[in-house]
């Protein structure tokens, strides 16, 4: 992203959280046919100024609501919620102004062209003239060539990087990406979260939610687990990473082996027939190099060896029971759908 979309760059000593949400809570309301549904149960998360926040949780789990109350698209039942130390309900306008949102839908004005969308995007948020970034973000999001053509003609990719320019036109310090990547291809998910590194690094916050757990161990620095509308668990990615604290390892055995030597009775140890020798460790306990000396002096050669570690993917079960991405299904929409986002100074 170019340096004149930046935003204010995060002073590590400002103790003012990029987001601020306390005791949120959001229910839908029912109607005949479908009962209240509670998708936020009172929820406390702070995002620090200059961090890739993640927001982590399966189908229903309450993520999207989170996002569009931060971005004044739906309202909170209870809680308080600031962005960039505004608050949401005291100072609706402006707190809007510090936040741009790529929703999980979309919602492509197909008869605008790149050029004009921004522009439009621009103009609705009262960017005058002279600071309008529409050039620099058209080639950030690597769409200058496609400037001019009706946005219906686009690939999904580059409606999606047109969004993310979209977001960013009145320069917020807070970039929301609702399932940045959801369904897109492999190099274009690559595309996008160097797209969200440079955003990052020239200042500018941003929490994204997503199903998969690669993508926000490969680009978060925190993480909030977030099931059934309550925060699981909120931490560094690090951190949690650590608390896992498993890590196995896959031997290749020099000769097939009838039963588990009794130097490895210590172990949590499996022979998989003929040659392969499987042993779960924890690493705050057994050093690698023990295991294997141990592994040796038990008379066993190693023809070849491979390590896993523990991922979110496990930390993801262990917190919820559920695989990653097969969590309670959303259900049907029981409220009129969303308004298109409101704007700043409206
Ligand atoms: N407009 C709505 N009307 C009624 N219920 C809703 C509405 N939007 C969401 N819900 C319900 O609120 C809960 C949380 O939904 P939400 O969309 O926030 O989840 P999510 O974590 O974003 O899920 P996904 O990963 O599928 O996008 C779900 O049970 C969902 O059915
Ligand atoms: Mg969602």
Known sequence: MPDAATAPAADPGDAVPAVRVRGLAKTYRGSKKFPPSEALKGIDLDIP????????????????????????????????????????????????????????????????????????????????????????????????????????????GMRRRLMVAKAMVHKPPVLVLDEPTAGVDVELRQQLWGQIRTLNRSGTTVLLTTHYLEEAQELCD????????????????????????????????????????????????????????????????????????????????????????????DLFLELTGAPADTGKDSSESQESPSPPPAVAGR
């Open 49 to 156: 100024k200059g961090s890739v926040f993640g927001l982590l949780g399966p189908n229903g789990a309450g993520k999207s609501t989170l996002i569009n109350i931060l971005a004044g698209l739906v309202n909170k039942t209870a809680g308080t919620a600031s962005i960039w130390g505004i608050d949401i309900d005291r100072r609706p306008r402006q707190s809007r102004a510090a936040i741009g949102v790529v929703p999980q839908e979309l919602n492509v004005d197909a008869f605008f062209t790149p050029r004009e969308l921004l522009e439009f995007q621009a103009g609705l948020y009262g960017v005058p003239v002279r600071e309008r970034i529409t050039e620099e973000l058209l080639a950030a999001v690597q769409l200058t060539d496609k400037a001019e053509n009706y946005s219906r003609t686009l690939s999904g």
């Open 222 to 313: 925190r993480i909030a687990f977030i099931n059934h509308g309550e925060v699981i668990a909120c931490d560094t990615t690090e951190a949690l990473l650590k608390r896992m604290d498993r890590k196995e390892v896959t031997i290749l055995l020099g000769e097939p082996l009838g039963d588990l030597p009794p130097g490895l009775s210590a172990y949590d140890a499996e022979l998989v027939p003929p040659r392969r020798l499987i042993v779960r460790y924890r690493p705050s306990r057994t050093r690698f190099r023990d295991l294997i000396d141990d592994v040796r002096e038990s008379g066993l050669t190693i023809a070849d060896l491979s390590t896993q570690e523990s991922d979110l993917e």
